[in-house]
Antibody, heavy 118, light 107 residues
Framework: EVQLLESGGGLVQPGGSLRLFCAAS????????MNWVRQAPGKGLEWVSA????????YYADSVKGRFTISRDNSKNTLYLQMSSLRAEDTAIYYC???????????WGQGTLVTVSS | DIQMTQSPSSLSTSVGHRVTITCRAS??????LAWFQQKPGKAPKSLIY???NLQSGVPSKFSGGGSGTDFTLTISSLQPEDFATYYC?????????FGQGTRLEIE
């Protein structure tokens, strides 16, 4: 059974940093590109970042470019999102999602809440 | 960036009815389109990929169509568990973008 389990969310002050984790199981993690998607309170879904299966290629939304870094450790079956220079508008539930090549997202984690507030 | 526009933004209808939601891309995306369902307080659920292919385990009451810039999601014989918010997303080019969502409510 495919499982994606996010962690690392919490309360952080504006300008602060946080690292999110997504532990994957039930599939060959190293064979799949992965995405981060977020949802601000009461708002729609926003794509944040993506990484290829070997970690060589990364992509970002303009809203987070230069502040967030996506990475992965295939030996640990873990996806990361390093977030810095956090702003109030980064407050959201962050989901990790598996996206097979040339296909849409098929599995989602349960999400982890990040709150940026003083 | 490719803009995705869903219509309507909200829709009220009754159990047993059929509904169609539309998603329009600001430029051609071939069939690189997915649909998702989200219920309050829950993670999204994947329904359709490549515009018309059902994800594993998704019932055939859900169907998708379209190519290029115009796409549809049709849900037949609505049941109480189908009332949720639906999103489209293009994955033709980065940044991948979502539609604003369509909230489906019981009339």
């Amino acid at each position: 059974e495919v499982q994606l389990l996010e962690s690392g969310g919490g309360l952080v002050q504006p300008g602060g940093s946080l690292r999110l984790f997504c532990a994957a199981s039930g599939f060959t993690f190293s064979s799949y590109p992965m995405n981060w998607v977020r949802q601000a309170p009461g708002k729609g879904l926003e794509w944040v970042s993506a990484i290829g299966d070997n970690g060589r290629f990364t992509y970002y939304a303009d809203s987070v470019k230069g502040r967030f870094t996506i990475s992965r450790d295939n030996s640990k079956n873990t996806l990361y999102l390093q977030m810095s220079s956090l702003r109030a508008e980064d407050t959201a539930i962050y989901y990790c999602a598996r996206r097979p090549y040339q296909s849409g997202v098929d599995y989602w984690g349960q999400g982890t809440l990040v709150t940026v507030s003083s | 960036d490719i803009q995705m526009t869903q219509s309507p933004s909200s829709l009220s209808t009754s159990v047993g009815h059929r509904v169609t939601i539309t998603c329009r891309a600001s430029q051609g995306i071939s069939n690189d389109l997915a649909w998702f369902q989200q219920k309050p307080g829950k993670a999204p659920k994947s329904l359709i990929y490549a515009a018309s292919n059902l994800q594993s385990g998704v019932p055939s009451k859900f169907s998708g169509g379209g190519s290029g810039t115009d796409f549809t999601l049709t849900i037949s014989s609505l049941q109480p568990e189908d009332f949720a918010t639906y999103y489209c997303q293009q994955y033709n080019s980065y940044p991948f973008t979502f539609g604003q969502g369509t909230r489906l409510e019981i009339e």
